[in-house]
């Protein structure tokens, strides 16, 4: 018996073996998989910079990671807006981290319970708490005790056998699940996080489109930055202190200039600060639109969702309040059963939710770029704007305002503008990662 049992032993473990490499071929379980934001996160690397708080000339900044993924497919037609919505909810990422790691209340709950149950032999009747007290014999019994017998045993002839085997089939199997059970192990953990905070002055410096059209995966990261000083140029363009924007020794080539070009413009989104040639900190905010159908309507209509978009970034800058709330419950049962095996349950369940709001009034937004292109990945159209901001734009744009509003003056009067009209460029740079002006 001992020979023949080694014999059966023995090919089993050759087998699994066997079948183990052919599910797993050499170099398949140290096969890498790809981090997503890896993009994000080299560019950090190679700026020298960790998340988290960075140090540059005995001054503090902070630099986050947001990570989205498209929720369409490439063979939609709303994929494109579906990556913008995937850069809006990087941007959310990062900034519900930054909330997180100013103040971020945990609570924590940890149960485990175990139960025994052992039963051993054939439980006997008890017949001092089963012995009926009551008639001992028919003729013993009330009127009411015997129609009560008569209608059961009517009722008890009606029924057929196949129904009466019915009756409490799922009670007793119920019952042979829980007499099989001899012990069990019921481990619960449930934690409960939320952050609050009002962030002003974050921006962005770097974006990337990461698509994959055989796994038909798209994901999307930003690299933002946060300081003291971006948060004094958006209180600034909040109060109309326009003086903290200005550095004349700091001047840059026009905001037209500026503008990103060529295929940067299909993975660029959200505002990006740059200084203009006055020297005075500006912003540029990109957002795009798919174009659903081929007419100008539909064109235009993609234009201007696009703007609003960009405008809507801008005042994001400026002041946002952000909420998070996570929850995360685990749930493990072990079970043993009385033939020797042991049966394990787990589930998990994760909640999390996030909001963001801002409101406010911009004057000085200004298109400086609009353009059409066909989409790299799915070869749709898709529509952009790039919308700058800037001190000088802005007191024109109240100026012109206060003067719109005076009532006519009866002496006939009168005074001329002239009309700029935005000119058209296809060149660009890449803007706002001067650590100096952290």
Not at 176 to 199: H, K, M, W, Y
Not at 248 to 258: C, D, H, R, V
């Given at each position: 018996m001992k020979k023949l049992l080694i014999l059966l032993i023995v090919p089993y473990s050759f087998v699994a073996a066997e079948v183990f490499e052919e599910e797993f071929p050499d170099g398949d379980l140290q096969e890498e998989y790809s981090l997503d934001g890896q993009a994000c996160f080299d560019y950090i690397d190679n700026k020298g910079w960790s998340e988290g708080e960075n140090t540059r000339k005995g001054k503090s900044f902070y630099v986050g990671v947001g990570i989205g993924s498209s929720g369409a497919s490439m063979q939609q037609v709303s994929y494109i807006d579906s990556i913008q919505n995937a850069f809006i909810r990087a941007q959310m990422n990062a900034k519900t981290d930054m909330a997180e790691s100013q103040a971020k209340q945990i609570t924590s709950e940890i149960s485990n319970e175990f139960v025994q149950s052992f039963k051993e032999g054939v439980k006997p009747v008890d017949?001092?708490?089963?012995?009926?007290?009551?008639?001992?014999?028919?003729?013993?019994?009330?009127?009411?005790?015997?129609?009560?017998?008569?209608?059961?045993?009517?009722?008890?002839?009606?029924?057929?056998?196949?129904?009466?085997?019915?009756v409490?089939?799922?009670?007793?199997?119920?019952?042979?699940?829980?007499?099989?059970?001899?012990?069990?192990?019921?481990?619960?953990?449930?934690?409960?996080?939320?952050?609050?905070?009002?962030?002003r002055g974050m921006k962005v410096v770097y974006s990337n489109l990461s698509a994959k059209p055989n796994s038909n995966k798209t994901n999307v990261c930003n690299v933002v930055v946060?300081?003291?000083?971006?948060?004094?140029?958006?209180?600034?363009?909040?109060?109309?202190?326009?003086?903290?924007?200005?550095?004349?020794?700091?001047?840059?080539?026009?905001?037209?200039?500026?503008?990103?070009?060529?295929?940067?413009?299909?993975?660029?989104?959200?505002?990006?600060?740059?200084?203009?040639?006055?020297?005075?900190m500006a912003i540029l905010s990109y957002a795009q639109s798919g174009i659903k159908s081929n007419t100008s309507n539909s064109?235009?209509?993609?234009?201007?969702?696009?703007?609003?978009?960009?405008?809507?970034?801008?005042?994001?800058?400026?002041?946002?309040?952000?909420?998070?709330?996570?929850?995360?419950?685990?749930?493990?049962?072990?079970?043993?059963?009385?033939n020797g095996m042991i049966d394990t349950y787990t589930e998990e369940n994760i909640d999390r939710r996030?909001?963001?709001?801002?409101?406010?009034?911009?004057?000085?937004?200004?298109?400086?770029?609009?353009?059409?292109?066909?989409?790299?990945?799915?070869?749709?159209?898709?529509?952009?704007?790039?919308?700058?901001?800037?001190?000088?734009?802005?007191?024109?744009?109240?100026?012109?305002?206060?003067?719109?509003?005076?009532?006519?003056?009866?002496s006939g009067s009168s005074s001329t503008y002239?009309?700029?009209?935005?000119?058209?460029?296809?060149?660009?740079?890449?803007?706002?990662?001067?650590?100096?002006?952290f």
């Open positions: 017949i001092i708490t089963n012995n009926d007290l009551e008639a001992q014999s028919y003729d013993d019994l009330s009127v009411y005790q015997k129609m009560k017998l008569l209608i059961h045993q009517k009722l008890n002839e009606s029924i057929s056998k196949e129904n009466k085997d019915k409490g089939e799922n009670e007793r199997e119920l019952q042979r699940e829980i007499d099989g059970i001899l012990s069990q192990n019921v481990f619960r953990d449930s934690i409960e996080a939320t952050a609050a905070s009002n962030i946060w300081s003291e000083n971006f948060v004094k140029y958006a209180d600034a363009m909040t109060t109309g202190n326009f003086s903290v924007l200005n550095n004349p020794k700091k001047k840059k080539k026009p905001l037209k200039e500026q503008v990103k070009k060529g295929d940067a413009l299909m993975v660029t989104f959200g505002t990006f600060m740059d200084r203009d040639e006055n020297g005075d064109q235009q209509a993609a234009i201007r969702t696009a703007k609003l978009k960009a405008e809507r970034a801008i005042i994001q800058f400026r002041s946002e309040n952000v909420e998070v709330q996570e929850k995360i419950n685990n749930f493990e049962i072990t079970t043993e059963k009385a996030q909001r963001a709001s801002a409101s406010g009034t911009l004057q000085g937004s200004t298109v400086i770029h609009r353009w059409v292109k066909k989409h790299p990945v799915t070869s749709r159209a898709v529509a952009g704007v790039v919308v700058a901001w800037s001190p000088s734009a802005a007191n024109f744009a109240k100026s012109m305002k206060e003067t719109l509003e005076k009532q006519p003056n009866s002239q009309i700029i009209e935005p000119e058209e460029y296809d060149s660009g740079s890449s803007g706002g990662d001067d650590e100096d002006d």
